[in-house]
């Protein structure tokens, strides 16, 4: 079987992760693999699958380039149009839509790619209930297909090293630092915890465009000592930023399953989260951490005390919840949805 896996453009996102760790679990099933996208922002690390730009400018270039492959798994909404000239089966793998600020556009794309090319889908994967119920709501869509993101085990995993610690407790966020993820309550929260915990650090790993705004709020509040900014890290680095913390916490508005929520689980360490859907979900099934309130800083400082204290009492849940859900299960599921479409 000869599998292509299609992303926009390659990079640090997410749905970038999940693709480069399905091909590599797939490719080591003796799946023949290849990543393909229109650019690629990062080298996919060393798998098992090969790379290439697609040749999207050359109709009838593309048809044959496609034609080698039994089925195009696709990543990212605008590469549906790929169903125009693929005569293969065709699954659409979704992330999420972004609702916030700058990724606007993106979901006003992505609506407009699956309203033309739905009923071409031969089967849609939603990376969670709540994900295959905004399909259902938006779309009316079936051949929905349920399989949660996952995470590597043997390097996410318990009792690192704890190199990047700053404070106790230590918080962590991981992530875009875009307007949904809400970064800034987790700050304002961080004020209000020190009162309790004067030691309190809140660790930010991640890149974007809310990120000087961040730091303006962070001088503002006079908390130079207690939020530090990683920037992008390497990936090789990130299990120690979770080995780190005692609490991962969480405050955005859209997601579908953010992986830092199983990187989390899979060192050991509960999460606190808003109380979006997804997060319901998530929490509720691993039980492994806490909501609060959309919104009420109260709330959070108040779980994020609670959950600190009850710590240890989540350890067995996480890693338990993240263990279900390693790479090389979640190929499984998907090779099993290969098998019903060939």
């Keep these: 079987m000869r599998v292509l896996m299609t992303a926009g453009i390659y990079g640090s996102s997410g749905s970038s992760i999940v693709i480069e760790n399905l091909a590599d679990q797939l490719g080591k099933r003796g799946i023949e693999v290849t990543i393909g996208s229109l650019k690629f922002n990062r ?10 730009v697609l040749p999207v400018y050359d109709v009838s270039k593309l048809r044959r380039f496609l ?20 005569q293969k089966s065709f699954i659409y793998h979704y992330h999420g839509i972004p609702s916030f600020g700058r990724g606007e556009l993106y979901r006003l794309s992505m609506l407009a790619s699956v309203k033309t090319t739905n009923r071409l889908f031969d ?13 259902k709501r938006y779309f009316n869509l079936k051949n929905i297909y349920t399989i949660y993101n996952g995470v590597d085990i043997s390097r996410f995993r318990d009792e690192l090293e704890e190199k990047f610690r700053k404070g106790k407790p230590q918080l962590l966020f991981v992530g875009n630092l875009y307007e949904h993820k809400k970064v800034e309550e987790l700050i304002v929260a961080l004020k209000e915890l020190i009162n309790i915990y004067p030691k309190a650090h809140l660790q930010i790993v991640g890149e974007g465009y809310t990120r000087k705004k961040l730091e303006r709020i962070v001088l503002r509040l006079d908390l130079r000592e207690h939020v530090s900014f990683a920037g992008f ?19 955005s508005r859209c997601e579908l399953f953010p992986l830092p929520l199983i990187e989390a689980w899979a060192c050991g360490k509960p999460v606190v989260a808003s109380r979006v859907p997804s997060h319901v979900e998530l929490l509720t099934r691993s039980n492994a951490g806490e909501l609060y309130n959309v919104g009420d800083i109260a709330d959070l400082c108040a779980t994020i005390t609670d959950v600190y204290e009850h710590e240890k009492e989540y350890k067995t849940s996480a890693i338990g919840f993240a263990r279900h859900h390693d790479w090389s299960a979640v190929a499984d599921r998907v090779l099993k949805l290969y098998g019903l479409l060939t």
């Design 43 to 52: 080298t996919p690390p060393n798998g098992a699958y090969d790379v290439t």
């Design 67 to 86: 034609n080698n492959f039994d089925i195009v798994h696709n990543h990212h909404p605008i590469m549906n149009y790929l169903t125009f000239v693929s």
């Design 123 to 135: 089967a849609v994967i939603a990376v969670s209930e709540s994900g295959a119920t905004e399909l």
């Design 233 to 251: 890290i390497p990936h090789t680095e990130l299990p120690y930023y979770y080995s780190s913390c005692d609490i991962y916490v969480t405050a």
